[in-house]
């Protein structure tokens, strides 16, 4: 599997992804709204863009769509129950269904609701397996769920799938937002000695260049796995004391959530 990603430096902070088939060239384009930076890259790389994917219907992540497919004639796919939301899909994509780029690449869709009712994120298997979680999970954040979307979904999304893939996955979100997720999950737990590296490490990137994390990585720099930890849980007592002594890790994430709304 060949992987672009692409920062085109907007006001939404988008990262875009192409995924290519070594053999084939043939690429398939994750939410590429700014499409034609999509388009000049895989020309540069030699790569046929004949897919592309949106991982919800949003319009920074859809609004490349048509010109891509103007340009292209690629195949859009999109979850099943964004379709009509989104428009012009042509195939309907649900939990278990395998994308397939060229010859070699296979990418299977999980069904991750919460930040919208009907989201996929991209898992790529393999010695090194790689997450593209659009706007569900971002570097040492979570996504909202102002426009459509619902917090509980959202738990059950990370409890239930996120938190079980393997630690050595990559991690390739839709936003880079990893500077102000680490100052949250530091306002959280400021002893995370782990999170103050990682800001440290931030500081020497530029958004364009920003470093990847993992699954593992995320288990120790993200506040929305950290659902357990004393220091978390005791913090967000003093914002919301009537979660009690021992509160579940469900009241936890939807407090934290909550709380990261207005932070």
Request: aromatic content about 8%; some cysteine; overall charge negative.
């Given at each position: 599997?060949?992987?672009?990603?692409?920062?085109?430096?907007?006001?939404?902070?988008?990262?875009?992804?192409?995924?290519?088939?070594?053999?084939?060239?043939?690429?398939?384009?994750?939410?590429?709204?700014?499409?034609?930076?999509?388009?000049?890259?895989?020309?540069?790389?030699?790569?046929?863009?004949?897919?592309?994917?949106?991982?919800?219907?949003?319009?920074?992540?859809?609004?490349?769509?048509?010109?891509?497919?103007?340009?292209?004639?690629?195949?859009?796919?999109?979850?099943?129950?964004?379709?009509?939301?989104?428009?012009?899909?042509?195939?309907?994509?649900?939990?278990?269904?395998?994308?397939?780029?060229g010859h070699t690449?296979?990418?299977?869709?999980?069904?991750?609701?919460?930040?919208?009712?009907?989201?996929?994120?991209?898992?790529?298997?393999?010695?090194?397996?790689?997450?593209?979680?659009?706007?569900?999970?971002?570097?040492?954040?979570?996504?909202?769920?102002?426009?459509?979307?619902?917090?509980?979904?959202?738990?059950?999304?990370?409890?239930?799938?996120?938190?079980?893939?393997?630690?050595?996955?990559?991690?390739?979100?839709?936003?880079?937002?990893?500077?102000?997720?680490?100052?949250?999950?530091l306002d959280r737990?400021?002893?995370?000695?782990?999170?103050?590296?990682?800001?440290?490490?931030?500081?020497?990137?530029?958004?364009?260049?920003?470093?990847?994390?993992?699954?593992?990585?995320?288990?120790?720099?993200?506040?929305?796995?950290?659902?357990?930890?004393?220091?978390?849980?005791?913090?967000?007592?003093?914002?919301?004391?009537?979660?009690?002594?021992?509160?579940?890790?469900?009241?936890?994430?939807?407090?934290?959530?909550?709380?990261?709304?207005?932070?």
């Open positions: 599997m060949l992987l672009e990603r692409i920062w085109p430096g907007n006001d939404y902070r988008n990262f875009h992804y192409l995924i290519a088939c070594p053999e084939s060239g043939e690429a398939l384009a994750i939410d590429p709204l700014d499409w034609q930076r999509c388009l000049a890259t895989a020309r540069e790389r030699g790569f046929e863009i004949t897919q592309i994917l949106n991982t919800h219907e949003h319009l920074d992540h859809t609004g490349g769509n048509a010109g891509l497919v103007g340009a292209t004639g690629a195949r859009v796919l999109a979850h099943a129950d964004a379709a009509s939301r989104i428009g012009g899909v042509d195939v309907g994509l649900a939990k278990g269904d395998i994308v397939r780029v690449v296979e990418l299977e869709c999980l069904d991750t609701p919460g930040h919208t009712r009907a989201h996929i994120c991209l898992l790529a298997h393999g010695e090194e397996p790689a997450l593209f979680s659009g706007d569900t999970l971002f570097n040492a954040g979570a996504g909202n769920c102002h426009h459509g979307g619902q917090p509980e979904l959202l738990y059950e999304t990370f409890a239930n799938q996120l938190a079980r893939l393997s630690d050595n996955t990559r991690l390739y979100p839709g936003h880079e937002y990893l500077t102000n997720n680490l100052a949250f999950t737990e400021p002893d995370n000695a782990d999170v103050a590296a990682w800001q440290s490490r931030a500081a020497e990137h530029s958004a364009a260049d920003a470093p990847v994390t993992t699954l593992g990585d995320e288990k120790r720099i993200n506040t929305f796995f950290r659902l357990q930890n004393p220091t978390v849980i005791a913090r967000l007592r003093e914002r919301f004391p009537g979660i009690g002594a021992q509160p579940d890790a469900r009241t936890v994430f939807l407090k934290l959530r909550e709380l990261r709304n207005s932070w």
